[in-house]
């Protein structure tokens, strides 16, 4: 990351409650692009997103690779992986996870897996993993109760693919209350945010 503090303006609220123009929220956005996205991040500009939340770029090697695929080595054969740039979902994440901090909250933030269909991606990077937007009907390895399910590793979620000749992992940073569940549901959606798409056989 670039920057590990947001600058206080965000979480005092005051961008939110006393700027409220599409202005203050493009300064907001070229500034977590320039100063607190990711490293491996290739976007710079908010120019980049118009007409699109988020920018999905495929990778074959360099530091987002090694990052996506290192729970996947050994177990699948990578077809393809993909960087996924959110800033928009990127800095509420930051936000929260901020705020939870500032809480006293104990947070964890792990790196974890959700399975998807193949022709659910989509879906799944627009509304950031909220199965209601699937096509196919989502089952119990994905959510719970509505909550979206994320796994500590991608064998964990194997059987949601039922031996499918392609099986699609969406890699995601969550914050977690512990570091050892195999498991974990969210009822927030800034509690995590998707990195990578890994598809694999």
């Known amino acids: 990351m670039r920057n590990k503090d947001l600058p206080q303006k965000v979480f005092g609220g005051q961008c939110v409650k ?7 929220e493009q300064r907001l956005l070229d500034d977590i692009l320039q100063h607190y996205a990711p490293d491996y991040w290739t976007s710079t500009s ?3 997103f118009e007409g699109s939340r988020y920018i999905r770029r495929t990778v074959s090697n360099g530091e987002a690779y090694d990052m996506a695929v290192r729970d ?7 077809l393809q992986v993909d960087v996924i740039e959110n800033p928009y979902q990127y800095g509420r994440f930051l ?10 909250r104990h947070v964890v933030e792990r790196q ?14 627009e509304y950031n993993c909220d199965t209601r937007y699937y096509n196919a009907h989502s089952n119990y390895m994905q959510c719970s109760n509505k909550r979206t399910r994320f796994y500590a590793m991608p064998q964990h979620c194997e059987s949601f693919f ?12 969550v914050l977690a209350d512990n570091e050892h569940s195999d498991s974990v549901v969210t009822d927030y959606d800034t509690h995590y945010y998707p990195m990578f798409v890994v598809i694999t056989t």
């Open 162 to 173: 039922n031996n499918g000749f392609r099986k699609v992992f969406i890699v995601l940073s």
């Open 18 to 24: 006393s700027e409220t123009t599409m202005a203050a």
């Open 95 to 104: 936000i929260r996870k901020e705020h939870l901090r500032k809480q006293g």
């Open 46 to 48: 908010r120019y980049e």
């Open 112 to 125: 974890m897996y959700h399975p998807v269909l193949e022709e659910d991606v989509d879906q799944a990077l």
């Open 72 to 78: 996947l080595r050994g177990h699948y054969s990578i």
